[in-house]
Every structure is written in structure tokens, then in C-alpha cells.
């Protein structure tokens, strides 16, 4: 078909992906690197904005230098330690979901491994998002705290007290994939093992999933050969032959 557009074609498991028509394998290898670089590419937008945004909503507590040199904090100060993580979390759900989306839509012929590489251009993004973080930050606490007088306040530094939460960036990218190729329609009908012809009373798969046959309705006559059902008549009315 000259001139129409034909949609992405997932491949199957241990396959290469499928070739659309017309395209050669040079061609398709080209595709597949310049998909790659639009992903990779994203994933580094998308950590970078992650980070700046990190470096703007994080509430970083101080901590309050006296007389004799000593630093004290409240415990609310305390407490506010782990909002840098919380913001990370937060940000690295709506990042993930973004890359999973991305890569359902541009990578989806690689076949299974799309989600290997969701899950590594998540990981990059991650990784940016917290460099980016904390670089944009105040800088090194210890630093700033030998530097500060009698009196100043000196912030935390902006970093991940807990790293395991870099690991929300590739858990949440993997989301998007699985739903679709869990709930996507499949055009692929699995063979039977043994080849026997359906019957006038074997329920198909899609009328087994309504719950309701037309022969389970109240009324209904037989069923012959190729699924046609006799509709009832109604008193005084002739039936048909």
C-alpha cells in the first residue's frame, strides 16, 4: 500500500524486530539508532529539568552557629532533612512515567527489551536529576560550616540521604510498558493444540468474556451450525421456517 503510514509492529520474544514493507536492514538500523538517540536524548531533558526543579522545591533547614561555635538545629529542622527526598521521589515518579511512555512509542519494535531500556534511560535520567541537584545547591556542608561566623545559618547540603530513591526513576518507567502489554488488544491468536472445529455449542473466547450468550437468553431457540440463533415469536405471529 503505496503512501500509507503502517504503525509499529512490536516484535515477537527472541526475534529481531519486524522489518515494515519496503524497509531494508541497513535501513531499519538506522532507525533504530536514531530512535535511540531521540530517547537517550529526552531522558537527558528530562533529568536535567528534574534536577532544577529539585534545586527550587526541596526545603532545606539550616543549621544556627552560636558564640562558642557550636551548630544546633530544632527538630523540625530535624524532620525537613528528608523533604530533598521526598521532592525527589515525587519528581522521579513523573519523570518515569514520561520515559515509559517514551519508550513504549518510539521503541516498541526492539520487542521485549524495550523495558531494559526504559529502565536504563531512567536510571540516566535519575543520575542527571541528582547531579543536577546538587549542583544547583547550596555545595558542601562541611565547607560552608567551617566558613560561617557566630550567628549565620547555615543550610544542609542538597543530596539524597536515602539513594535507594533514585531506584523510583526505572520502577516507575516500567509501569507504563507492562499495563499496555498486559491490556493491549492482542492481534496474535494462540494455536490450539489440537485442531478440532469448533461445535454449534462452543463458546468463542470474545462471547465467553461478555458472560452472555444469545442462546443463554431467556427464549431463545436452538442454535444450528455457525453460530445463528432462532429468535423466539410471540403469540399470534407467524414463525419463521
Given at each position: 500500500?503505496?503512501?500509507?503510514?503502517?504503525?509499529?509492529?512490536?516484535?515477537?520474544?527472541?526475534?529481531?524486530?519486524?522489518?515494515?514493507?519496503?524497509?531494508?536492514?541497513?535501513?531499519?538500523?538506522?532507525?533504530?539508532?536514531?530512535?535511540?538517540?531521540?530517547f537517550?536524548?529526552t531522558?537527558?531533558?528530562?533529568?536535567?529539568?528534574?534536577?532544577?526543579?529539585?534545586?527550587?522545591?526541596?526545603?532545606?533547614?539550616?543549621?544556627?552557629?552560636?558564640?562558642?561555635?557550636?551548630?544546633?538545629?530544632?527538630?523540625?529542622?530535624?524532620?525537613?532533612?528528608?523533604?530533598?527526598?521526598?521532592w525527589?521521589?515525587?519528581?522521579?515518579?513523573?519523570?518515569?512515567?514520561?520515559?515509559?511512555?517514551?519508550?513504549?512509542?518510539?521503541?516498541?519494535?526492539?520487542?521485549?527489551?524495550?523495558?531494559?531500556?526504559?529502565?536504563?534511560?531512567?536510571?540516566?535520567?535519575?543520575?542527571?536529576?541528582?547531579?543536577?541537584?546538587?549542583?544547583?545547591?547550596?555545595?558542601?556542608?562541611?565547607?560552608?560550616?567551617?566558613?560561617?561566623?557566630?550567628?549565620?545559618?547555615v543550610?544542609?547540603?542538597?543530596?539524597?540521604?536515602?539513594?535507594v530513591?533514585?531506584?523510583?526513576?526505572?520502577?516507575?518507567?516500567?509501569?507504563?510498558?507492562?499495563?499496555?502489554?498486559?491490556?493491549?488488544?492482542?492481534?496474535?491468536?494462540?494455536?490450539?493444540?489440537?485442531?478440532?472445529?469448533r461445535?454449534?455449542?462452543?463458546?468463542?473466547?470474545?462471547?465467553?468474556?461478555?458472560?452472555?450468550?444469545?442462546?443463554?437468553?431467556?427464549?431463545?431457540?436452538?442454535?444450528?451450525?455457525?453460530?445463528?440463533?432462532?429468535?423466539?415469536?410471540?403469540?399470534?405471529?407467524?414463525?419463521?421456517?
Open positions: 500500500m503505496n503512501g500509507e503510514a503502517v504503525p509499529d509492529v512490536p516484535a515477537p520474544e527472541g526475534e529481531e524486530p519486524v522489518l515494515l514493507p519496503g524497509e531494508s536492514r541497513t535501513s531499519r538500523r538506522h532507525r533504530l539508532v536514531s530512535e535511540l538517540g531521540v537517550l536524548g531522558c537527558l531533558v528530562v533529568g536535567a529539568l528534574a534536577g532544577l526543579l529539585w534545586s527550587q522545591l526541596a526545603v532545606l533547614p539550616g543549621y544556627l552557629v552560636d558564640d562558642q561555635g557550636r551548630a544546633t538545629t530544632s527538630e523540625r529542622g530535624l524532620a525537613e532533612q528528608f523533604s530533598g527526598d521526598a525527589f521521589c515525587l519528581l522521579a515518579a513523573v519523570g518515569g512515567l514520561l520515559i515509559g511512555v517514551l519508550a513504549w512509542w518510539r521503541l516498541v519494535r526492539v520487542g521485549w527489551t524495550v523495558i531494559l531500556l526504559a529502565a536504563a534511560g531512567a536510571l540516566v535520567a535519575g543520575g542527571l536529576a541528582w547531579l543536577v541537584g546538587w549542583t544547583m545547591g547550596p555545595g558542601d556542608f562541611e565547607t560552608r560550616l567551617a566558613q560561617a561566623r557566630p550567628g549565620d545559618l543550610p544542609i547540603q542538597l543530596t539524597l540521604r536515602a539513594p530513591s533514585l531506584l523510583v526513576w526505572p520502577f516507575m518507567a516500567s509501569i507504563p510498558i507492562l499495563l499496555w502489554s498486559s491490556l493491549a488488544p492482542d492481534n496474535e491468536e494462540p494455536t490450539p493444540l489440537f485442531g478440532r472445529r461445535g454449534p455449542g462452543r463458546r468463542r473466547r470474545h462471547e465467553a468474556v461478555a458472560g452472555v450468550l444469545p442462546e443463554d437468553l431467556p427464549g431463545a431457540g436452538p442454535v444450528h451450525p455457525g453460530g445463528a440463533v432462532d429468535q423466539p415469536t410471540s403469540a399470534g405471529s407467524p414463525g419463521r421456517p
